[in-house]
Structure formats: structure tokens, C-alpha cells
């Protein structure tokens, strides 16, 4: 792709009012957040996570091994927006099957973290909503198996008003079916799975690696790519360098530490 | 009376007093007197058969605080050596004073006197209790009344006491202590002739003033009258005079009653009964407004309140609530009550409504930041939790944090919604832990100390592209036996599909009594 010509002075400085405008705009509406992913960044409409919107997450498949990966993204993202001290993170859920442990190796420390328990879906829904119009926590996650449009939209609008970002992880109702085929009025619907990571140089195993597929979003195109997980402040990366797996078959044996 | 000291009882067996072997029950010489002669009025000295002392350690010396009236009628009497009482009497029952618990007493008293009897009353010293009578004893039929009605009263709790009336606090405490009779009444203007009498010691006075007064032969309250006030200061200091005044009425002596606490506390007695939420909720707001105000003026916050409504049949309706924090703020509280209004039946209709004030705390004004509060700050989460735990119930709103244990499902516990925890040792742990965990079905591994090759759980077959481990957990052998050689080798393997599994097999593979060698799946890294 030929490299576009250096633009002239004047219409560089008119894009930089524009920068700052918007920039300006996005402070009024909430936080906002990028993933620091260049590859990423570019491809979403809004240049990273609205911090006053409704996005879903689900896992790739019914698997176990996926749910947990999607919900460390859910909590990475949570991490990044709560990344000021004195900031807390609500998760609110029904079956209470977090390992906290597990959790504050992605950024998200217990002392940053509330958990909601509820007996439904419909508890956690209204402990989530009024959460949002609080607007005293610096982000909501919440644990459902089904929400309709209506639910979504309620969702959206108190996140919007409360400015607070929520993440909406759905979680499997069947094995095969996706729960991101229903409605919603999410700005952005991600499904998140594990894939085979790349072999480290020493022996063990690798830094974890996830497909990051962004099936749909508001102004702009879906879009999937591979990258390495969260580090433990919560960050995604490009993945180091593009080894084709097959290429080392034998290493199987020698890699088990 | 018998002579101190030359006092001789002869000792009983020491065996005789044993229980026999027949099951017989000791002879006790506490109720043997009264029992057989039920004819006879209980009395202190029938009661207590056995003669008893309170003792009070300073120092190096074990002091009498206070006697029964036996060990009195025996000679014993506060101020004494402990040891000296013991040799008096053989049988002497000695126990430990407990001043803490007189005081107690004592503030219970005066704040019952508040609520029944005067307004003005106060506890006097570690031994008695002041009632300002002025304008209150004609609701008692009297003086001499009053006096007989409390000191049955008294009787009835078990106490002995000595009342005296006077016209000024000094002579009223200076004859309920000296004046030897239950009852002393002192006719106005007279306290000075009602006292002449009583020892110097009656007028309060301190130690080294009580020394000079004995120095110079003043044993009377009325010794001190005659002598001029300047020599008399001189002497036995200031206060002394200033006691003496103030027992004669020439000085004042105000009592400082003592204040009980009451709730905050706000009520509505309503015109028409209403049934209505939105009326209900009307009525809510003005008792929150009522009692916030009160809050403010006392400078307390609210922990928990309770709301109250008269049903017109005749029933309760009360609903509760709490807060995370000490709060005073009215419309966190109108909304907390306004997510309860729906538990509200109100039947035929609610006539009254109250809300008390439970729980409070201190709360201060908080001083407001250099930056008058446009910089960030840290977000307040109380009022959130405390909305929270209305839509849910108390316990589902948590933290979690650490628990000083190395097997990982009790590593954790739930914790207050507002705690602080801290956070875990820096190992691999995974996202998501099974409840319980799941067993593998063929495992291939190497023993003793390699992940395993290839397993199947829940069905399906994974190809363990590669491992890291062991990480060896011993078990907790203070919680059970069965824990005592029981050892976990954790692995963290990564399959075929990407999937990264926290697996143990029970057992280090050498020992037989650490384990069975069999595979567990624990939980699921992302």
C-alpha cells in the first residue's frame, strides 16, 4: 500500500483542532479507553471502548476453557478502566464460580473488586442498572444467561446516563447455540476463545493467546485477529512473531517443564 | 462485744465437711438455719450465714472495701487488712471487689431515678446517688413517703441504702452516710444544727485536711463553727471551708444530673388513614426530614432505623433498614425506605407512623478539601452498597479476600462490602475454579514429577501440547487426620485447542500414603 503523501501544513493543523475537539466531546460523554493495540485500535469505529456504553461478551464455544478466557477480558478491560487507586470494579452474577486469585493476576485486586450475588438473571439485571446510574464505580461487569432487547436497551441507556462502562458477559444457554445471535443494542459484541499459543524459548508454557473476533459494533466492520492475552496489568498485545504452529511438531515432549 | 484478736474458734474436722461417699449432700452452713426454721424472717444475717468481705488490692496490701453486716457484727470493717480479717474469723468468705460493676449499678440507678422519680439526679461518689426533690416529692405523697417507697424499691433489687433529705447536697450526703438511721429528714434552714454532730470526716474533706483536722482535736462538724474563717483556711486549706459552706447552704453546690440517651425518633399521627404508596411515601420523606434534623443537631449518623406503621386494625407493619456507612444524608435515606414501601401491607389503612434511629454513630462534618472539591476523588461507594443490599440480600454484596491457607479453595473468604483486602502470593492461579474437583479419565503421564500426556475429561480427549509444574500442595494436618500425608501436585498444561487447564494428581508418586495417583481437573486459566 503506497504511503500517503505529507499532508500540508494548514490542513495538519485543522486536523489537530479537530483531534482536540473531539477528544474534547469524548471527555463529556466518560472515559474512554483504548486497548494500546495499534491493530486493534484502528480497526473499531470509535478508536477503543466507549466508557459510557453497553458491550457484550461471550465466549467462542460452550467450552469451559473459552468461558474462562472471556471472562479474564471482561476483567483485563475492567482492570484498565479501574487502573486509578480508590476505583472499584462491581461484578454482579448469579453462580459465583470466580477464582479471585485468579482475577488479581490480570490487574484486578480484591481490594478493587465487589461482587453482587444475585438469585436470577433478573436480580443481577436490576442490581447491574441501578449500579450504572450510580456512576460512582469505574466499571460494571455483569453474568447473565439470557437478556432481550428490552433488558439491553434499559442497560445501554443507564450506562450512557451514568456514565460507567458496562461489560455484558453472556453466558452459554446450549452447547451450540451463540448467545450473541440474539438482538441488542450493545455498541460493540465481542467473542473471545482460547487458541494454541506460541512456543516460548525456554521450556513451559507459552504467554496464553486468544482469537478476538468483534462481531458486530456501531460504524465500523467486524472484525477477528489473534493476540496475546492479558498481561497483569490487563493489557492485550500483537502477538511477538508469526510462527506457523506446524512447523514444530516434535516440540510436544521437550516443552513440558 | 467479744474482744478482737483473743478470739478463739476451734476449727472444723477437715474431714467432716467432705461429701460423703453415699451420695449425701455436704452439710452447707448457708441455708441450714433458715430451712429448718421457715417461721423465721430472711435477713442478711440469716442469709449469708457465712460472714463476707469485699477486698480491694493496692499495692502490696489487700484492703476490706466493704463487709456484710455479719463480718461487721463480727468486728471486721472496711479499711482493714485482709490478712488481719482472715485471722479474726476463720470462716470468712473473701471475695474480690468489683468496682466497675458498683458503678454500673449505680449509673443504672440514677438513669431510672430520671425516668421515674425527678429529673435532677446524679451519681455521688463510688457509693450513692443525689435526687434534686425541688418541686417533684408532692407526686410521691411526700418527703417521708418517697423515702419509704424507694427504699422498699431498694429492697426489692437487694440493696440496704440510707436516705437523707436536706436542703443542700452536702448536709443531705453527710447524713445518709453518718446519720446511722434509714431515714433523716432535715427541716428547712436547719442543716447546720442537722449535722453538728457527725464526724469532720462526714464534710468530704481530703485525706491531708482529715490529718490536720485530728491534729487539732476538731472531731465534730460543729468544731469547725466557731473558728474564724482565716485561721480556719489556714489550717485545713480552702476546700474545707468551702465544704462547710456549702453543706450550710451559705455556697451553692448545683448537682449535674445525669442526661439518658434517647433515640432520634420521629412520629406521624395521621388525619385519615392512607393506603396508597405515593402517600405513604410523602409521609416517609417528612419522618426522614424530621429526623435528619435531629441527626444534624446532634451531630450523630444513622447505622440503622426501623419504620413503624399503625395499621388501623390494630397491627404492626415494620420495615427495617441499614446503612453501610454513619449517614445523615435525607434523600439516600428516602430512597432506601422508598425501595422497601412494596413490604408495606397497609390493610385497611395506616393511622401513625414512626421511625426510630436503631443504631447511630458519631458523625462530624467532614472538613472540606483544599481544592473545594473539583479535583478527582476517590468515589464514595457507601451509598451505592447500601442501595445494593436493598435489591439483594445482605450477604449477596461481597469482597473477597486472602485466607492464610495453601490449598487453594479455602484460600479465599467473603468479606464486608466496604473491607480492604489484601491481595494473594504471586503464583499461577486460574480464572475459574470448579466447585468440586472433577476426576481424569486416562491419563497418561510419566511419574513422578511430568504432566501429564493426554486425557479425557468430561467426555472428551485432550493432547497436552505442554506443561509447567509440579506445584506441590501439602495438606493442612491441624484440620484432620486424613490431611496429614496427603500431598497435591498441581500442573498447568495447555491442550491441543488452546485451553489451559489447572490439573493435580493426589499423591508425589513416591511416597504411597501421599496419595492414590489419581487425576483431578481444578480450574480453567483463559
Known sequence: MPQPAALPAVSRKKLATLRAELAGVRSLRGPFLSFDVPMLDDRMAAGGIDGAGLHEIAAASSRLGDDAAASLFAAGIAARFASKPGFTVLWALSRFDLYAPGLEQVGLGPSQLLYAQGKNDQEVLAVTEDALRDGSLACVIAEVKAADMTATRRLQLAASDGKTPLLLYRRHRSRDQCPLTTNSSAMTRWRIGCVPSLPPPHPGVGRPRWSVELVRQRGGNPFSLDLDACDDKGSLSNPSLSVDRTAAPAGAASRAA | ?526
Not at chain 2, 459552706?245 to 399521627?269: N, S, T
Not at chain 2, 444513622?302 to 445523615?328: F, P
Not at chain 2, 397497609?346 to 434511629?357: F, K, N, Q, V
Not at chain 2, 486472602?402 to 473468604?413: G, I, N, Q
Request: with cysteine; glycine share 10%; hydrophobic share 40%.
Open chain 2, 1 to 526: 462485744m467479744r474482744e478482737m484478736g483473743r478470739r478463739s474458734e476451734h476449727a472444723d474436722h477437715p474431714f467432716r465437711t467432705l461429701p460423703g461417699d453415699d451420695g449425701a449432700r455436704a452439710p452447707s452452713a448457708m441455708t441450714m438455719s433458715t430451712s429448718s426454721r421457715p417461721d423465721q424472717r430472711l435477713t442478711w444475717a440469716n442469709l449469708w450465714g457465712n460472714p463476707m468481705v469485699l477486698i480491694a488490692r493496692t499495692g502490696q496490701k489487700e484492703v476490706i472495701t466493704s463487709a456484710c453486716p455479719v463480718a461487721i457484727s463480727l468486728g471486721l470493717h472496711p479499711g482493714m487488712a485482709a490478712a488481719h480479717a482472715r485471722a479474726l474469723v476463720a470462716d470468712l468468705d473473701v471475695r474480690d471487689a468489683q468496682p466497675e460493676a458498683d458503678q454500673a449499678w449505680l449509673d443504672r440507678l440514677a438513669l431510672h431515678a430520671v425516668g421515674r422519680w425527678t429529673p435532677g439526679a446524679a451519681v455521688a461518689g463510688s457509693d450513692g446517688l443525689w435526687l434534686d426533690l425541688t418541686g417533684s416529692s408532692h407526686l410521691f405523697g411526700g418527703e417521708e413517703r418517697f423515702c419509704r417507697r424507694l427504699l422498699r424499691f431498694l429492697e426489692r433489687l437487694g440493696f440496704s441504702a440510707r436516705i437523707a433529705i436536706a436542703g443542700t447536697p452536702g448536709a443531705a450526703h453527710a447524713l445518709a452516710r453518718y446519720g446511722g438511721e434509714a431515714i433523716t429528714l432535715v427541716e428547712p434552714g436547719r442543716e447546720a444544727q442537722a449535722i453538728a454532730g457527725l464526724p469532720v470526716a462526714a464534710l468530704r474533706l481530703a485525706p491531708s485536711a482529715l490529718e490536720a483536722a485530728a491534729r487539732f482535736g476538731l472531731e465534730r462538724v460543729g468544731d469547725l463553727y466557731g473558728i474564724a474563717r482565716g485561721p480556719l483556711a489556714r489550717r485545713l486549706g480552702l476546700a474545707t471551708v468551702q465544704r462547710l459552706d456549702q453543706a450550710r447552704g451559705i455556697v451553692a453546690e448545683p448537682i449535674i444530673p445525669v442526661v439518658p440517651f434517647e433515640q432520634p425518633h420521629a412520629e406521624r399521627r395521621l388525619l385519615e388513614p392512607i393506603g396508597t404508596a405515593e402517600a405513604i411515601n410523602q409521609v416517609i420523606g417528612d419522618l426522614v426530614d424530621d429526623l435528619v434534623a435531629q441527626l444534624q443537631e446532634r451531630r450523630l449518623g444513622l447505622r440503622s432505623a426501623l419504620l413503624t406503621c399503625l395499621v388501623v386494625d390494630g397491627g404492626e407493619q415494620r420495615v427495617g433498614i441499614g446503612t453501610a456507612r454513619a449517614s445523615r444524608d435525607a434523600k439516600h435515606l428516602k430512597r432506601m425506605l422508598a425501595m422497601r414501601v412494596d413490604r408495606i401491607d397497609p390493610g385497611l389503612g395506616i393511622e401513625a407512623m414512626t421511625l426510630s434511629a436503631q443504631r447511630v454513630e458519631d458523625l462530624q462534618p467532614d472538613a472540606m478539601r483544599a481544592d473545594l472539591g473539583t479535583g478527582d476523588s476517590t468515589p464514595d461507594l457507601a451509598p451505592l452498597v447500601d442501595q445494593l443490599t436493598g435489591r439483594i440480600d445482605s450477604q449477596g454484596l461481597f469482597r473477597v479476600g486472602l485466607k492464610e491457607s495453601d490449598v487453594p479453595e479455602r484460600a479465599t473468604r467473603r468479606l464486608e462490602p466496604l473491607a480492604t483486602p489484601t491481595g494473594w502470593p504471586g503464583w499461577k492461579r486460574p480464572a475459574r475454579l470448579l466447585a468440586r474437583p472433577e476426576p481424569l479419565d486416562r491419563v497418561v503421564a510419566l511419574l513422578p514429577d511430568r504432566p501429564p500426556r493426554r486425557f479425557v475429561w468430561r467426555g472428551t480427549a485432550y493432547r497436552v501440547i505442554s506443561g509447567e509444574g509440579p506445584e506441590r500442595i501439602h495438606g493442612e494436618w491441624w484440620r484432620s487426620a486424613r490431611e496429614m500425608w496427603a500431598v497435591r501436585d498441581y500442573f498447568m498444561v495447555e491442550a491441543h485447542t488452546g485451553e489451559r487447564f489447572w490439573l493435580f494428581r493426589r499423591g508425589d508418586g513416591v511416597q504411597a500414603d501421599t496419595g492414590d495417583l489419581s487425576w483431578y481437573l481444578h480450574g480453567l486459566f483463559g
